[in-house]
């Protein structure tokens, strides 16, 4: 009972933080959704492009090269670890982003193209800049793994909130007063951001620590001294099997930064875009992406905790506790067809409404070139990003060390057919081909994944994947909705004026509320799911649905 409780609260926080995360995001993209747009209007689309695929690029290439394999080793540990050596582990992000910020920051200035002077001034500063900024991060990983281990959702949403804030506001005004600037501007912002993170960090901690909430938590800390690296005597340094599962996990992240972010290197080193075509695709694939980023992403990260917490890691179903297997099972089936019906709504919805969503947001700029077209592709895409973050969540938090280690391999092909089938597809059919590359690399992924969680449940009487199943009423809703806003988007959109955009949105409204009224009464668990872990303020009955 104490076991079965104890899932129950970890499946209560992951649910929690999830919720907050998503708000979060929310957030962060509308903020960065509503910055592209204003700046659009004061800078060039070069200096878009070298700034959100450039510049963003060396950033998150420094700071998930330095830090993503050891959270998920870290986050995996449970409160009762030895906390010293996992802080221990944790400040190697450190240094490691150190090495990774000068290597980047040299092959950025020394073998790729640099932008023209007269047309984008002050790349090496921007360069030395965002590099800093990554280190400056990093700082405060110990305590980021503290806080989500310990479910301290208040500090990840004002810290990130926050920092983000400072950021968008201090960018408009100075582009606002000061447009000349270019790449300054940028690059402030960029360190204000990452030095407003850390600080909020720091002082969250010297206020928690010691209190009467880190005591009922039980936190493992009793003073801020004991955040800082330390000998420890008589023991190792740090964690070995910890430091053992996060070199397999650092070799798998080498390989997913490339699927990741794979289409910027390619950008980057191949020069196959030039920066102003760069500049349109990275707004189109923000706009695209907003969903993924602000709704899947945090439904990942929250639930990856969730199943790792429930479920031991390696460990075969005969061989784990039944009601815990149960409940895993049954919150991967709901999730399944969360992401799905989400997935499907965006593409269905997207196809006809792209290039109204375009030209709104960047006008004739945006919609009479290739943005459209781009957009209808990453909302298919949106779909498949969908399914593979909650199948590789789970397939990930349950795997043993040796499968993650056979894994990379499987990691490793689809690395190098990405890169290929980018190059190729990009040659032949311009930035659309990024998007086909990796909807075909993203289909192959959760091809391994479905597999794999198949074969884990197969000994048992549970059917997760049932979750991927539409019901023929919403397969009729969603067939229905398509054929409406395609005629819809042929006859009223774009150019027919204010009153037939109107009509046009007016139909798309109705279309949606049509397939959400048929998701309500075709999916009752699906609801009460949502409502007992996303939408409840009644912990006490979170857990009927099951």
């Known amino acids: 009972m104490a076991a079965q409780m104890k899932a129950r609260e970890a499946l209560t926080s992951a649910a929690t933080l999830a919720s907050h995360s998503a708000g979060l995001q929310v957030l962060f993209r509308v903020l960065t959704f509503v910055m592209n747009g204003y700046t659009l209007r004061y800078v060039s689309k070069e200096t878009v492009g070298i700034v959100n695929v450039r510049l963003m690029l060396l950033y998150s290439t420094v700071v998930f090269l330095a830090r993503e394999a050891f959270r998920k080793a870290c986050l995996n540990v449970g409160v009762e670890r ?32 640099i932008p023209d002077p007269a047309v984008v001034p002050h790349y090496e500063v921007g360069v030395i800049a965002f590099g800093i900024s990554a280190v400056v991060e990093l700082l405060s990983e110990p305590m980021w793994v503290l806080a989500q281990v310990h479910m301290l959702v208040r500090l990840k949403v004002i810290a990130e909130s926050l920092a983000m804030a400072v950021k968008c506001i201090l960018t408009v005004v100075c582009i606002t007063l000061v447009p000349h600037w270019g790449l300054y501007v940028f690059s402030l912002a960029q360190l204000l951001y990452s030095s407003t993170l850390l600080m909020c960090y720091l002082l969250y901690f010297m206020k928690f620590i010691g209190s009467q909430e880190a005591q009922k938590k039980s936190f493992p800390l009793s003073t801020l001294t004991d955040l800082l690296p330390k000998l420890l ?24 930064q490339i699927l990741t972010e794979g289409e910027r290197y390619l950008m980057t080193f191949l020069n196959i875009l030039n ?25 990942e990260e929250s639930f990856y905790i969730f199943f790792a917490s429930v479920l031991e890691r390696g ?27 989400i997935g499907v709504t965006i593409s269905v919805f997207g196809y ?37 973050g909650v199948t590789e969540c789970f397939t990930f938090a349950v795997m043993s060390n040796e499968e993650v280690g056979r894994y990379n391999f499987v990691m490793l092909g689809l690395s190098l057919s990405f890169l290929g089938l980018s190059y190729c597809l990009t040659l032949w059919q311009g930035a659309v081909g990024f998007i086909l590359a990796n ?23 549970h059917r997760p994947l049932r979750g991927l199943q539409l019901s023929a009423p919403l397969c009729l809703a969603y067939l229905a909705s398509g054929i409406v806003t395609v005629l819809s988007q042929v006859t009223l ?19 949606l509320i049509t397939v959400l009224v048929t998701i309500f009464f075709s999916e009752p668990k699906l609801v009460q799911f949502i409502r007992g872990h996303f939408l409840s303020q009644d912990k006490a009955k979170m857990f009927k649905w099951d």
């Open 275 to 299: 920066f102003g075509e760069q500049g349109v695709y990275d707004i189109v694939n923000n706009l695209g992406s907003l969903v993924a980023r602000f709704l899947f992403l945090p439904i």
């Open 493 to 511: 959109c774009c150019g027919q004026g204010l009153m037939f955009r109107s009509l046009h949105i007016l139909f798309g409204a109705l279309c």
């Open 82 to 113: 030895k906390w010293s050596q996992i802080i221990n582990l944790l400040w190697l992000t450190v240094p490691l982003g150190i090495f990774w910020a000068l290597l980047l920051a040299w092959v950025w200035l020394n073998l790729v193209e």
């Open 352 to 388: 006809s409404y792209s290039e109204l969503a375009l030209d709104i947001y960047g006008g004739s700029m945006l919609s009479s070139g290739p943005g459209p077209g781009l957009l209808r592709c990453y909302c298919v895409y949106v779909l498949l990003i969908a399914v593979n």
């Open 315 to 341: 460990k075969e179903t005969r061989h784990q506790r039944e009601e815990e297997v149960h409940l895993a099972a049954i919150v991967l089936k709901m999730l399944l067809k969360l992401v799905l019906l």
């Open 233 to 256: 005597p008589y023991q190792h340094v740090v964690d070995l099997r910890l430091a053992k599962l996060t070199w397999t996990f650092y070799k798998q992240c080498c390989l997913k």
């Open 439 to 461: 909807c075909l690399n993203m289909a192959l992924r959760i091809m391994h994944s479905l597999r794999y969680i198949s074969c884990y449940f197969r000994p048992t009487e």
